[in-house]
């Protein structure tokens, strides 16, 4: 069966200091990858998508950026992080090749910038 | 573009009460609905999904009908538990690689 993980689950970081966040999916070859913000009692926001390793398209120009080094792992950064990047960090994959079929949803990391 | 509108929260229920939570959506084509359930902290799980007119989405008690003439997906469950308390969000997908969400419905129940 196919499974999702991000890490960290909480991180806590000053304004202006680098974030990496990363996620890897096991199970599955080719996925589909999305990287989803959101803000505290609020929906999610798409951040990046990935259809294929070295493909990132992004839907939001902000300090974040997204990488996609292997197949199924893709991470999530900032050179300098701003007190609006706090949020809850979703990680999700849908099938590769299929554009109609259900997202998978990780665990999520909790980023709080001070 | 696509867009999904779902009803504001929160929702308060007695335990076993009847739920309904609305959903209607805007897109082109013929796209797949969706309903997901957030519990506090964690990630979205998938709930129920339907990809065609006409068809019902079922799991746990919960229901949805794909209704293409009113463009809606309402959520529906005959007897709510306390453990059913959680964020509920609706979303779509028209065949572009991404999703649409709605900004979710908070569902208190209470004992």
């Known amino acids: 069966s196919q499974t999702i993980h991000q890490w960290p689950a909480t991180l806590v970081q000053p304004v202006g200091s680098p974030l990496s966040l990363e996620c890897t999916v096991e199970?599955?070859?080719?996925?589909?990858l999305y990287w989803y913000r959101q803000a505290a009692g609020r929906g999610l926001q798409l951040l990046f998508y990935?259809?294929?390793?070295?493909?990132i398209s992004s839907e939001v120009p902000q300090n974040l950026s997204a990488s996609r080094p292997q197949d199924r792992q893709f991470i999530l950064s900032s050179k300098k992080l701003l007190l609006s990047d706090s949020g809850f960090y979703l990680c999700?994959?849908?099938?590769?090749?299929?554009?109609?079929?259900?997202?998978?949803f990780g665990p999520g990391t909790r980023l709080t910038v001070l | 573009g696509n867009s999904v509108t779902q009803m504001e929260g929160p929702v308060t229920l007695s335990e076993e009460a009847f739920l309904t939570i609305n959903c209607t959506y805007t897109?082109?084509?013929?796209?797949?609905l969706f309903w997901y359930v957030q519990y506090p902290g964690e990630g979205l799980q998938l709930l129920l999904k339907?990809?065609?007119?006409?068809d019902k989405g079922s799991n746990k008690g919960f229901e949805a009908t794909y209704r293409k003439e009113t463009t809606s997906f309402h959520l529906e469950k005959g007897s709510v538990q306390v453990s059913d308390s959680a964020v509920y969000f609706c979303?779509?997908?028209?065949?572009?690689?991404?999703?649409?969400f709605g900004t979710g419905t908070r569902l208190k129940v209470l004992a």
């Open positions: 999700a994959w849908t099938a590769g090749g299929q554009q109609y079929n259900e997202q998978f």
């Open positions: 199970g599955t070859s080719n996925p589909n």
């Open positions: 990935s259809v294929g390793i070295g493909q």
């Open positions: 897109a082109t084509g013929y796209p797949s």
């Open positions: 339907a990809t065609k007119a006409d």
């Open positions: 979303a779509l997908t028209s065949g572009t690689y991404k999703y649409i």
